[in-house]
């Protein structure tokens, strides 16, 4: 169901309230998302993104009820990862001369998903297209998050395009940020920078200067996922600035994967021995085994101090916590520090492992970790409560 934003912008995207796995299995989406499209009508008609290839049809249909697709001047293509561009074969199929306005690299890999050769015009920054009353400036962006991603600012409306930057895993037919439940807004919004973003910080940083030295007034940042920023829109800008700045709140979290609940015990130990010691620090305990990879990525990228816990298995670690020192060493974390700790049983290696899979993720090691034999007594429950406050003395 088409969504109308202004007189001259509607969205015609997708809502997905079933989605659950992105990225194959690389991220959660407990809320669903959405695949935001925008049919803008000045003189000229203007499509900006598409949905995903699964809702293709769907998407042209209900977009032929907006408008004859005839009608359509430019396409507008910011990224061209399939969860924007997945319609677009089923669309110009029915308009095939329409030109594609991408970035050099949107061409490239608009060709290599679809091995169309579609009338692709390429943009770069600066670059303007006029559509009657308004205009189109371009922005490329790339690497946020992929090579070929751009911004659209439209004049007159002052909306800036933002595609997969600001944006939010989350379904809601509320569309607008100051409609729908904050605290689910924020968590999503933290979220999906923290784990999509985040290895690209410094690049976020740099293209939100660039772009607030064009002076331009924002009063929609319209996402491609989740909802359109109206309210304050620039809130959500303050944030990815904060959130690029090796962003970190009081908070520790420990990680950990058990056999026989040995290294479980281990990590309360050690959270009890940081209560003692610091009062106000938020500590959070997570086994990897059997929670949500990406929630536990949101809550390392909130912490200021990480710890590592596995059993020895197999003279290595546990493969859930190996998945998440696998994802931390890809997102690339800045300025945090760590420990390890693990039980064991003959050999012992899963915390020299671990240190040295911190390390590789950057993570500086602040002591020297520990490890207890077999089920931990009153002494090794003692020494994690001793290492827990030596821990949190050295932050
Ligand atoms: Fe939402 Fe990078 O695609």
Redesign the pocket.
């Known amino acids: 169901m088409a969504h109308k934003m202004t007189d001259k912008v509607t969205w015609v995207g997708k809502i997905d309230w079933e989605l659950r796995r992105f990225h194959g299995d690389e991220y959660s989406t407990h809320r669903g998302s959405s ?1 935001n499209s925008y049919l803008i009508k000045d003189d000229k008609t203007v499509l900006i993104d598409t949905v995903w290839e699964p809702f293709a049809e769907e998407f042209v249909e209900n977009l032929k009820k907006e408008i004859d697709l005839n009608e359509i001047d430019y396409i507008i293509a910011q ?1 061209a ?1 399939i ?2 561009s997945g319609a677009l074969p089923l669309l110009l199929k029915e308009i095939p001369d329409v030109p594609i306005y991408c970035t050099s690299n949107g061409a490239k890999i608009l060709k290599a998903h679809f091995h169309e050769d579609w009338n692709f015009v390429e943009v770069k920054t600066g670059d303007e297209l006029e559509i009657g009353e308004n205009k189109l400036i371009f922005v490329e962006a790339r690497m946020l ?2 090579p070929d ?1 751009m911004f659209t600012y439209m004049t007159g409306e002052n909306i800036l395009f933002s ?2 930057a600001f ?1 939010q895993h989350y379904a809601s037919e509320l569309m607008y940020n100051d409609l729908v439940d904050q605290g689910e807004l924020y968590q999503e919004a933290i979220k999906y920078y923290a784990n999509i973003l985040t290895p690209f910080s410094s690049l976020v940083t740099n293209k939100i200067k660039e772009v607030l030295e064009f002076n331009l007034s924002v009063d929609m940042i319209a996402t ?2 989740g909802i359109i920023w109206r309210d304050n829109p620039v809130q959500i800008i303050e944030k990815y600035l904060e959130w690029a700045d090796a962003y970190q709140e009081n908070q520790i979290t420990i990680v950990y994967d058990t056999m026989w609940n040995a290294t479980r015990r281990m990590a309360e130990a050690i959270a009890e021995g940081i209560r003692a010691v610091d009062k106000d620090v938020s500590i959070k305990l997570f086994n990897a085994a059997n929670s949500d990879k990406n929630d536990i990525i949101t809550e390392l990228f909130k912490s200021k101090a990480i710890l590592f816990g596995s059993s020895t298995v197999n003279k290595s670690i546990m493969h859930a916590t190996g998945g998440i020192l696998d994802m931390i060493k890809g997102i690339g974390f800045k300025n945090k520090k760590g420990a390890a700790f693990g039980s064991y049983g003959w050999s012992g290696e899963s915390v020299g492992i671990l240190e040295e899979r911190l390390k590789d993720a950057k993570i500086e090691i602040v002591q020297e970790g520990i490890k207890e034999l077999w089920n931990p007594d009153e002494e090794s429950m003692n020494r994690c409560i001793e290492f827990g406050k030596e821990f949190v003395g050295k932050l």
Do not use: V
Request: proline letters at 0%; glycine letters at 8%; zero cysteines.
């Open positions: 695949y990224h990862e969860d924007h998050h992929w991603t595609n997969d944006g491609s996922h």
